[in-house]
T-cell receptor, first 117, second 116 residues
Framework: AQTVTQSQPEMSVQEAETVTLSCTYD???????LFWYKQPPSRQMILVIR??????QNATENRFSVNFQKAAKSFSLKISDSQLGDAAMYFC??????????????FGTGTRLTIIP | DTEVTQTPKHLVMGMTNKKSLKCEQH?????MYWYKQKAKKPPELMFV???????INESVPSRFSPECPNSSLLNLHLHALQPEDSALYLC???????????????FGDGTRLSIL
């Protein structure tokens, strides 16, 4: 079974600064997907960024980027130019490859990010 | 605005009541999910409906029963719930899995359920 570990229960960052959230996972599979979701107090889970394991290039979405280290099974999220609206709980999630029946998401325990004005 | 609509947003019920949570998506997704989320915890998968096939997390008690009337609707029927069932219930959907795809799950706003 796959496991996802987020070792930072809470993080804080000054507005406009950069912060990195860590995520490691354990799997014996070679084909899988990784995601970062944010959950603000409004409670909706919102996709931040996604990464396919077969792609070596790190995914980037505007101010959000990942550092994907497949050999180390590490998938950290970097938020640049932090904004007040980035304050949320961030979950790292793992999903097995594209076959039907592999739809389950395994979540980490989350990191609560606070933005300091 | 979310593309996955859940109703109601809040529900308070007694342990002897029967109620249903509703989830609807119009994105043509073929997989839909129910998650349970306790405070300060990650979501836990309860059920998956994928290509008309139901997959169940074996740890989910029988007082929760899913129903999929059609490919865009997924209901969760509740009966004789316990106080520990109080939680946020999230519905999600995702695109076809038949092709190589990193299509993520899209979540609704959730239903906050309180059992008295």
């Amino acid at each position: 079974a796959q496991t996802v570990t987020q070792s930072q229960p809470e993080m804080s960052v000054q507005e406009a600064e950069t912060v990195t959230l860590s995520c490691t996972y354990d799997t014996s599979e070679s084909d899988y997907y990784l995601f970062w979701y944010k959950q603000p107090p409004s409670r909706q889970m919102i996709l931040v960024i996604r990464q396919e394991a077969y792609k070596q290039q790190n995914a980037t979405e505007n101010r959000f980027s990942v550092n994907f280290q497949k050999a180390a099974k590490s998938f950290s999220l970097k938020i640049s130019d932090s904004q007040l609206g980035d304050a949320a709980m961030y979950f790292c999630a793992y999903r097995s490859g594209p076959l039907v029946g592999n739809e389950k998401l395994t979540f980490g325990t989350g990191t609560r990010l606070t933005i300091i004005p | 605005d979310t593309e996955v609509t859940q109703t109601p947003k809040h529900l308070v019920m007694g342990m002897t009541n029967k109620k249903s949570l509703k989830c609807e998506q119009h994105m043509g997704h073929r997989a839909m999910y129910w998650y349970k989320q306790k405070a300060k915890k990650p979501p836990e998968l309860m059920f998956v409906y994928s290509y008309e096939k139901l997959s169940i997390n074996e740890s989910v008690p029988s007082r929760f029963s899913p129903e999929c009337p059609n490919s865009s609707l997924l209901n969760l029927h509740l009966h004789a719930l316990q106080p520990e069932d109080s939680a946020l219930y999230l519905c999600a959907s995702s695109q076809d899995q038949l092709f190589r795809s990193n299509q993520p799950q899209h979540f609704g706003d959730g239903t906050r359920l309180s059992i008295l």
